[in-house]
C-alpha cells in the first residue's frame, strides 16, 4: 500500500497573479513521486511544492498535460441517429445560438478544470526571485517585468505560471512586428506581461486603410500596448489622447511609442474609457467576446456583459465633435457563439444615439481560423472583423 501523503502545515506565501486561492492541501513532491500519483493528488486540488531539479519539475508539468489532454467523448448510437435526423425545432436560429453557447461554456469548464490541475505543481521563491532548487534558471528579470521588484518576502507559485512569465519575457524582448506600421525593424510593438498583444493583424489594416474624417486630434480608449495611437499617428493624427484604466497598459503604451518615436503626439491617461472633451476621431477595440474572466489578465480578451463595448456606445456621442466618427473595431465570433446578436448590438448602437455610417470587413488570417480540430472551429471559421463608422444620429 502506498503511503498517504503528509500535508504541509509551515508554507511560503501563496502568489497567483490569476488571483486563483492556495491549494487548500500541500504535499512535498520532488523526483521520486511517479506522474500518475502527481496527477491524482493535482486533480483532487493538493498542491505539489516541488524539492528536486528545477528541469524535472517541468518534465512532470508536461507529463500532466498529457494526462489531462481531453479524450473525445463516446456519442452513443441514438443519438448519432438523433442527430442525422431532420428537426425542425432544431433547425431554428435561437436553438442554434443556445447550442453553440453551450458549446463554449463546456469548452471554458473544461480549460478551467485543465488549468486548475496543471496549476498545483508549485516552485518556492526566494526573497529575491531566485529559486532555490538545482538546475533553476535566473528568472529575476522576467519575475520583475511581470510583478515589480522583489520585496524580500519568499513565497510559492504555480510553475505553469512562473512558465508564463518567461513567455511574456520572450515576447516583450523580441517584440511583435506590425507591417502596418511601416517597414522594419522600426515597426515592433513590445507587449508586456498582462497587456494584449495585437496578433490580429486584420485590424489593423482596417484601421490603416479606413479615410480619416479628421486629423486634428483622436482618442485611443483602451489604449494596450499603444499600437492603435502609433498608427494614428503614423497617419498623421496631430494629437492622440489615450486612455486606460491599466496601470501595466499605459507603461506598456508609453515605453512603445517612445520607441517607435511618436510619443510627443500621444498624451496617456488613466481613465475609464473617456478622457475629458470631445474628438472628430474616437476609435476603440474593446474585448471581443462577453464572458467573464476567469483571471486578470484575461479582461483584455473577456468583457462579461459586454461592459466595456456598450459604455463605450452609450458614452460616444457625448464625446464626439460635430460630424466626428467613432471608430468600433469588433469582431462577430461572439454572434456565432451565441454570446451577443446583431439584433443587440445594433440596438444598442440606437440606444446611444448613433448611427452607422459605415463598415469595412476583413477576414481572419490567424492559424485558428483553418484549424479544424479547434473545439470552436464552427465559429471561428465564419468570424469576421469588422470597423464600425459611427456618428451622431440627426
Known amino acids: 500500500m502506498s503511503q498517504a501523503p503528509e500535508f504541509l502545515t509551515d508554507l511560503p506565501t501563496w502568489r497567483a497573479e490569476s488571483g486563483a486561492p492556495a491549494p487548500r492541501r500541500v504535499v512535498r513532491a520532488d523526483d521520486t513521486l511517479s506522474a ?83 496549476a498545483m505543481v508549485l516552485v518556492p521563491l526566494n526573497g529575491d526571485y531566485t529559486i532555490p532548487l538545482r538546475r533553476a534558471p535566473d528568472l ?122 511618436r510619443i510627443d503626439k500621444v498624451e496617456l491617461v488613466q481613465a475609464d474609457l473617456f478622457p475629458e472633451g470631445q474628438a472628430p476621431l474616437i476609435v476603440c477595440n474593446p474585448p471581443w467576446v462577453p464572458a467573464r474572466p476567469s483571471s486578470p489578465i484575461e479582461h483584455a480578451v473577456y468583457d462579461e456583459g459586454s461592459r466595456m463595448l456598450r459604455g463605450f456606445l452609450s458614452g460616444l456621442r457625448e464625446h464626439l465633435s460635430p460630424q466626428g466618427e467613432g471608430w468600433l473595431i469588433l469582431s462577430d465570433l461572439a454572434e456565432h457563439l451565441g454570446l451577443r446578436s446583431r439584433e443587440e448590438l445594433l440596438g444598442w448602437i440606437a440606444e446611444g444615439g448613433l448611427t452607422v455610417l459605415g463598415r469595412h ?18 465559429a471561428r471559421s465564419q468570424e469576421i472583423t469588422s470597423l464600425w463608422r459611427l456618428g451622431s444620429a440627426a
Open 140 to 261: 529575476r528579470q522576467a519575475c520583475t517585468e511581470a510583478w515589480g521588484p522583489a520585496t524580500g518576502e519568499a513565497c510559492m507559485v504555480s510553475l505553469r505560471e512562473l512558465l508564463g512569465l518567461v513567455g511574456a519575457h520572450e515576447w516583450r524582448k523580441k517584440g511583435l512586428e506590425i507591417p502596418a506600421l511601416g517597414e522594419a525593424p522600426n515597426n515592433r510593438i513590445h507587449p508586456h506581461y498582462g497587456v494584449f498583444s495585437p496578433v490580429r493583424g486584420e485590424y489593423l489594416d482596417l484601421v490603416a486603410s479606413t479615410p480619416l474624417p479628421n486629423k486634428t486630434l483622436a482618442f485611443d480608449i483602451g489604449v494596450g500596448t499603444g499600437v492603435l495611437s502609433a498608427l494614428l499617428a503614423k497617419r498623421g493624427v496631430q494629437r492622440i489622447v489615450a486612455t486606460d484604466l491599466d496601470p501595466r497598459a499605459l507603461t506598456c503604451a508609453r515605453e512603445n511609442l517612445k520607441r517607435l518615436q
Open 361 to 378: 470587413d476583413v477576414r481572419p488570417r490567424h492559424g485558428k481560423a483553418a484549424d479544424t480540430s479547434d473545439p470552436l472551429h464552427a
Open 36 to 118: 500518475d500519483s502527481a496527477y491524482r493528488l493535482a486533480c483532487e486540488g493538493t498542491g505539489l511544492l516541488w524539492q528536486g531539479d528545477f528541469h524535472n519539475a517541468r518534465q512532470l508539468l508536461q507529463a500532466l498535460m498529457r494526462r489531462a489532454e481531453r479524450k473525445p467523448r463516446k456519442v452513443s448510437k441514438a443519438s448519432k441517429t438523433a442527430e442525422a435526423a431532420p428537426s425542425a425545432e432544431a433547425s431554428t436560429a435561437s436553438l442554434a445560438a443556445a447550442s453553440a453557447a453551450q458549446h463554449f461554456h463546456l469548452h471554458r469548464q473544461a480549460l478551467g478544470q485543465r488549468a486548475r490541475t496543471l
